[in-house]
């Protein structure tokens, strides 16, 4: 992927500063959209106090908080703006284990957001009971829909003779996965646009993938799964991915599906796509009420839940 030199030195700005925080200590668990809706609207915390307060809950801040190489740093990586006579950062860091991730500030409201929240961690804790479970040798893996690339850091850093692609179709999700990857010092991790697996070739034996699964009526592509109920890019993954897995190759797809009068579409449409003794498959819940706050949202009338699920797909032979 190539970049502008201007970007190249913004990138670099924004590296260095996830380094500084991280010698630092920072620490911040990223929450759900809501959960941080209502710790921000409580009294005092109208504005940031702390780096916790101006990094993870997006909080207005004077420039006296941070220092001045910090100030400068955040200028440089162009991730600074303007709220009155304050400031604010456009970006969140937030950590996982030992990671430590740079992703969209709060509230995501542009189109080309890069999302980390609860999901991530679940997503993540998905990766790892594959990994310790499955005999399979890794030596090619891709993260499809990488946003900020912590699918793809996490098999990189268990698995570190393995190549790992991370793909998606929005510029700024692949530069966010390229600055968390040199982060944490993983080189086995490159960055490609992408579509799916539309624009990579070969066989993997490890396709992961934590796509959106939100029916979003204003079609933000870090949010919106397409389809009736948010389900068809989830579908779409599972059709592409089959077809890209090479002998004893996986499938780990963490997503969500909209259940209506206990029915769950999404189920009913894997369980054609891979019919035939050409598959194992699994599917589970992981979590049975997640983001309840949407069913309020029009065209979830129907909705009863949001069920969070992993399916896992292998090739046999």
């Known amino acids: 992927m190539q970049l502008a030199p201007q970007q190249i030195q913004a990138d670099q700005a924004l590296l260095q500063l996830g380094k500084r925080l991280r010698a630092d200590g920072y620490r911040f668990t990223c929450v759900t959209p809501a959960t941080h809706a209502r710790v921000n609207a409580r009294p005092g915390a109208e504005r940031a106090r702390t780096l916790r307060d101006v990094f993870g809950w997006s909080r207005p801040f004077p420039p006296s908080l941070v ?3 910090e100030l400068d740093q955040l200028r440089q990586a162009q991730v600074l703006a303007t709220r009155g006579e304050w400031l604010v950062s456009t970006v969140r860091w937030s950590t996982l284990e030992d990671l430590l991730l740079v992703h969209s500030a709060y509230p995501t409201e542009a189109n080309d957001a890069v999302f980390f929240g609860p999901d991530s961690y679940r997503f993540a804790q998905v990766i790892h009971e594959h990994l310790q479970r499955t005999p399979k040798r890794i030596e090619h ?6 946003g900020s690339g912590v699918g793809a850091l996490v ?14 179709i929005n510029p700024l999700a692949l530069r966010y996965t390229a600055i968390n990857a040199a982060l944490a010092g993983l ?5 490609e646009p992408s579509d799916l697996l539309g624009g990579i070739t070969g066989l993997f034996d490890l396709i992961i993938a934590n796509p959106p699964y ?9 949010r919106h799964g397409g389809g009736p ?10 059709e592409q991915a089959c077809e890209r897995l090479g002998p004893g190759g996986s499938l ?11 029915r769950d579409a999404l189920l009913e449409a894997i369980r054609l796509r891979l019919a035939g003794p050409e598959w194992s498959w699994v599917y589970r819940e992981v979590d049975p009420d997640v983001f309840g706050e949407q069913l309020d949202e029009r065209g979830y009338e129907q909705v009863e839940r949001i069920a969070a699920v992993a399916l ?6």
């Open 141 to 146: 893996a891709v993260d499809i829909g990488c």
């Open 187 to 191: 080189s086995n991790v490159s960055v």
């Open 312 to 317: 896992t797909v292998t090739r046999n032979g």
């Open 67 to 69: 220092s001045a190489d």
């Open 155 to 168: 098999v990189a850093q268990a698995v570190p003779h393995a190549q790992v692609t991370a793909v998606d």
């Open 229 to 238: 109920l948010g389900a068809e890019l989830s579908v779409r993954i599972v």
């Open 252 to 262: 780990l797809l963490y997503t969500g599906v909209a259940i209506v009068d206990g």
């Open 214 to 222: 939100m029916l979003d009526v204003k079609e933000r592509t870090y």
